[in-house]
């Protein structure tokens, strides 16, 4: 209902401001005119970058290992928000994850998965203060 009354104030004020104006053409004006007076925010996004390599056990880059991200807040990778994202590593074992983030300080999670292995977890706050180097271990029978 307040929508509807809303619309109907809305009227009858473009029709008082433009009397030989039809409701399309005052609508129409109308939304030009509000769009025109729309207020612009300052905001501030930080770049963020995660990166690391995964390593087995004996030292050596593991290629084919899921990464994934999961971050406490949204964050955007483009126009796109998101909070997960998932990554393979390369065949020197390294991943990374770039995106911005409207908050300087973004929580995440990362877990790297690989059949035959045991999930391993790390926490950090954005912006990570190294470069990871993640060790898998093989699961145990």
């Not at 401001?17 to 004006?29: I, Q, T």
């Not at 769009?35 to 004996?58: H, I, K, Q």
């Not at 796109?80 to 929580?107: C, I, K, M, W, Y």
Request: charged content about 20%; some cysteine.
């Amino acid at each position: 209902m307040s929508g509807r009354m809303a619309a109907v104030g809305t009227k009858k004020t473009l029709m008082s401001v433009f009397p030989s104006s039809s409701w399309a053409s005052a609508a129409s004006l109308g939304t030009a005119i509000v769009l025109g007076l729309s207020c612009s925010c300052v905001t501030r996004d930080w770049a963020v970058v995660v990166s690391g390599v995964v390593l087995a056990e004996t030292g050596v880059p593991m290629a084919g290992v899921e990464v994934e991200l999961k971050t406490k807040y949204e964050v955007f990778r483009a126009t796109e928000a998101l909070t997960s994202a998932s990554a393979v590593t390369e065949q020197d074992g390294s991943f990374s994850f770039a995106f911005n983030s409207h908050r300087r300080q973004v929580p995440y999670q990362l877990f790297c998965r690989r059949i035959g292995y045991e999930v391993a977890e790390v926490s950090g706050v954005s912006p990570p203060a190294q470069t990871y180097r993640i060790n898998l271990r093989k699961a145990r029978p």
